[in-house]
């Protein structure tokens, strides 16, 4: 199902997509039996923290992608959200560039992209939207950070204007790797129709396609991003919040 709202932007405010999509194998072989984006954090689920940070932040409107194997996790979407709708686009795509072409439909520039198992801080999320908002002679903002602790990291090479020249799968001797937070100042929609139309598949090598057609990147770090696709990453990530507690209270 698809619900929509028609909300006019005001000033400082954007779109913002939330791809939850991926099915959360490594959790399930673990014996976590929710959808990962419903597995709780300090009590509560990793993707309503993400939405209501992004909600205090001010946005214009939240649109999230989910398969359609997620029936518990639409269900609560639709139910915890009944105030504040959330467009929901309900569909299994092959790859995360896929998922944001799905997407890309609702959204225009700026708009905030996310991942649905990234635990970060909110102070540090506004921080990175303010001053991405106010960036100038940039096509988009990547949030980044040097804790390390993912099976499949993506590599950030930024120079020493802190403009990102590449992204690597290896580490080259790079200190910073992605962490799934975008923003995108720039109208992306004919590049993800060429990049879908040619074979690109994966989030990571789409913006590997930006970087080659010389979009203008640059990096923000981030103290500590987790992504939860373990039983211990949310241990980490709770203690990881327990200790910015004025964080972790703000989403409550």
């Given at each position: 199902?698809?619900?929509?709202?028609?909300?006019?932007?005001?000033?400082?405010?954007?779109?913002?997509?939330?791809?939850?999509?991926?099915?959360?194998?490594?959790?399930?072989?673990?014996?976590?039996?929710?959808?990962?984006?419903?597995?709780?954090?300090?009590?509560?689920?990793?993707?309503?923290?993400?939405?209501?940070?992004?909600?205090?932040?001010?946005?214009?409107?939240?649109?999230?992608?989910?398969?359609?194997?997620?029936?518990?996790?639409?269900?609560?979407?639709?139910?915890?959200?009944?105030?504040?709708?959330?467009?929901?686009?309900?569909?299994?795509?092959?790859?995360?560039?896929?998922?944001?072409?799905?997407?890309?439909?609702?959204?225009?520039?700026?708009?905030?992209?996310?991942?649905?198992?990234?635990?970060?801080?909110?102070?540090?999320?506004?921080?990175?939207?303010?001053?991405?908002?106010?960036?100038?002679?940039?096509?988009?903002?990547?949030?980044?950070?040097?804790?390390?602790?993912?099976?499949?990291?993506?590599?950030?090479?930024?120079?020493?204007?802190?403009?990102?020249?590449?992204?690597?799968?290896?580490?080259?001797?790079?200190?910073?790797?992605?962490?799934?937070l975008y923003l995108f100042k720039t109208d992306i929609q004919k590049e993800i129709d060429?990049?879908?139309?040619?074979?690109?598949?994966?989030?990571?090598?789409?913006?590997?396609?930006?970087?080659?057609?010389?979009?203008?990147?640059?990096?923000f770090p981030f103290s500590k991003i987790i992504d939860v696709d373990h039983l211990s990453?949310?241990?980490?990530?709770?203690?990881?919040?327990?200790?910015?507690?004025?964080?972790?209270?703000?989403?409550?």
């Amino acid at each position: 199902m698809i619900n929509v709202l028609n909300l006019l932007k005001k000033k400082n405010e954007m779109d913002a997509a939330i791809i939850a999509a991926g099915e959360g194998l490594r959790l399930k072989e673990e014996g976590i039996n929710v959808p990962k984006p419903l597995v709780e954090i300090n009590g509560i689920p990793i993707i309503q923290r993400i939405i209501d940070i992004i909600r205090n932040t001010g946005n214009s409107s939240i649109t999230c992608i989910i398969n359609e194997k997620s029936e518990e996790l639409e269900s609560f979407l639709l139910k915890y959200n009944r105030s504040k709708p959330v467009n929901l686009i309900v569909k299994s795509t092959p790859s995360s560039l896929h998922s944001l072409y799905q997407l890309n439909r609702f959204l225009s520039a700026p708009f905030l992209l996310t991942t649905a198992d990234s635990v970060f801080l909110e102070s540090e999320f506004k921080s990175f939207v303010t001053y991405g908002m106010n960036l100038k002679d940039a096509d988009g903002l990547i949030a980044v950070t040097d804790f390390i602790d993912d099976e499949k990291p993506v590599y950030a090479d930024i120079d020493e204007n802190t403009r990102i020249t590449n992204f690597k799968d290896s580490n080259d001797g790079y200190e910073f790797i992605t962490g799934g937070l975008y923003l995108f100042k720039t109208d992306i929609q004919k590049e993800i129709d060429e990049a879908v139309n040619s074979g690109v598949v994966r989030l990571r090598n789409f913006l590997r396609f930006l970087i080659q057609k010389d979009f203008r990147f640059y990096a923000f770090p981030f103290s500590k991003i987790i992504d939860v696709d373990h039983l211990s990453d949310i241990e980490k990530a709770e203690e990881f919040l327990t200790s910015n507690l004025s964080d972790s209270k703000e989403c409550k």
